[in-house]
C-alpha cells in the first residue's frame, strides 16, 4: 500500500499540538487563500483543551475579524461519507450557526464563521462546576433545558427508518466504531484501542498493570463492582456498534457532536440560549441512539477537570488503586458537580425519554437499546483521547478517574446503585422493549 502524505488538516493539527502555532498557522492561511480566496492576516490559534481532535481559531480578512474551526480524523481520507453537511441542520430548524464558507474535501475541510462575543457553553460551565452562584446556574440549565426541547421537536419531525447503507455512510459513526477498526484490517478490533491501551501499561495510584493483566478484571469503583471488564466492553462495542446493525432502526437529522465547545451561549437579558456550530458529523440519518451520547457523556460525566484538564483533576481530587483478586478496587472523591447533574436531568426528561417513547411508538426501538447506549458511552471516554498516565496530559489520579467513569457509562452494577443507574432507571420503566 503506497505511503500518503498527511493532509493538510492533519499537519496543522499535528504542528498546534506540538508547539508550533506559527506554522500550523501558515497551513491555515493556505486553506483559506486556496478554498476561498482569504489573505488570512494575525492568524491566532487556540490552545484549547477541547480541542482534542480538531482546530479553530481567529483571524482577519480585508478588515473583518473571523473564526475558523475544522475537525481531522486518522484516516480521514479513505473515509465514506462527507463532513460539515452544514445547510441540512438550518434546514430541519435545529439552533446553529451558519458559516460563511465551507470546504468539505477530505483532508482540506474547513469552516469560517463570522466572529462572536458570545462564550462557548463548556467556558461558562466549567465556571459553574465551583460556584455557588445560583442565579448563573438557573439561567445555564434554562438554556440547556430549550435546546434539548428544540432538539426534540426536530427529532420527531425527522425520524424515520434507515437502511444499512444510510446508517454506514453517515459520518457519526467516525466517533464511535470507526476508532476502533484498523485500515488494513477492517475486520479486526484495533485502531485507537489498538494504539491507546493494548499491550500497554497504566500507571495508577496504587497500582501499576499491564494490558493483560487490566482487561479482565472487574472493576468496584467507590464500592459499587460492575459486571463488565474493559476488555469485554471494547470486543462488544466493536461488534455492536457496527454501522450496519443499527439497520431498521430510526434515523434522525442530527448534529451527532454537539458537546459544549461545540455551542455557543447566548447570555442576552431576555435569557439565555444556546446555539450549535461545528457539524462535523451532521446528517439526515443518524441513528437515533447515537444522535445524543456525544452530548450526554462530553457534556456531563466528563466535568469537573479530569478528562479536559488532568492536572486540575489531580490537584483537585483523590484517587487510589488496589486489586484484589480478579477485582480492581477503585476509590475516588470524584464526582459530577450539581450543574452537570441538572443537565443530565434536562437532558433525561426532554430527550431521552421522548425520543425512546417516538422509537418505540413506530417501532424502531431495537430490544437492545440499552446496551447499545451503553457501549456507545464507554467509547466517550477511552476513544477520544488516550486515558493511560504519561501517553499525553493523563496522570494516575485523572486516568483512575476516567477509567472508573468508562467502566461506569457501559456496565451495569452487580448490586447497588451505578452512575448511571438512576438515569437508566428513569427511562426503562415507561420505555418499551422492542421494535
Known sequence: MPITAPSLTAEARARAKSGDLAGAGEIVAR??????????????????????????????????????????????????????????????????DQPLHVSTEPGEQILVYRHRNDRRFADVLRELDFTQDQVAISRAVSAE????????????????????????????????????????????????????????????PGET????????????????????????????????????????????TAHGDAHNANVWYE???????????????????VPALLAEVKTTFHNIFAHPLWLYDAPAAAETFQAHAKRIGDVLHIETDWRPSPVRLALL????????????????????????????????????????????????????VSSAIGLATAIAMGSDPVAGMGLLSSFFGELTPNSPNSR
Open 345 to 396: 436531568e434536562a437532558k433525561r426528561d426532554l430527550l431521552w425519554r421522548p425520543l425512546l417513547g417516538e422509537l418505540h411508538t413506530r417501532r424502531l426501538l431495537p430490544a437492545n437499546w440499552r446496551r447499545v447506549v451503553q457501549l456507545a458511552l464507554f467509547l466517550c471516554p477511552t476513544l477520544v483521547m488516550n486515558l493511560r498516565a504519561g501517553a499525553g496530559s493523563h496522570n494516575p
Open 209 to 252: 498493570l499491564s494490558w493483560a493483566e487490566l482487561r479482565s478484571l472487574q472493576f468496584e469503583v467507590n464500592g459499587v463492582r460492575y459486571h463488565d471488564s474493559l476488555g469485554i466492553l471494547f470486543a462488544e462495542a466493536f461488534e455492536m456498534l457496527s454501522p450496519g446493525h443499527f439497520a431498521g432502526g430510526g434515523g434522525i
Open 31 to 96: 486553506l483559506l487563500q486556496e478554498k476561498f480566496a482569504l489573505s488570512a492576516q494575525d492568524i491566532r490559534i487556540n490552545v484549547d483543551i477541547y480541542s482534542l481532535n480538531s482546530l479553530n481559531g481567529f483571524f482577519t480578512a480585508a478588515d473583518k475579524p473571523f473564526f475558523f474551526k475544522f475537525h481531522q480524523e486518522e484516516n480521514e481520507e479513505a473515509m465514506a461519507g462527507e463532513y460539515y453537511r452544514a445547510g441540512l441542520l438550518a434546514e430541519a430548524g435545529l439552533p446553529v
Open 145 to 204: 433545558r430549550r435546546l434539548n426541547e428544540e432538539l426534540m421537536t426536530v427529532y420527531r419531525h425527522t425520524l424515520h427508518p434507515i437502511t444499512a447503507e444510510q446508517s454506514a455512510a453517515e459520518p457519526i459513526h467516525r466517533l464511535f466504531h470507526a476508532r476502533l477498526v484498523d485500515a488494513d484490517a477492517p475486520g479486526e478490533i484495533g485502531g485507537r484501542f489498538g494504539s491507546f491501551y493494548r499491550d500497554q501499561v497504566f500507571a495508577l
Open 267 to 285: 447570555d442576552r437579558p431576555a435569557g439565555a440560549k444556546l446555539v450549535m456550530f461545528d457539524p462535523a458529523f451532521a446528517g439526515r440519518h
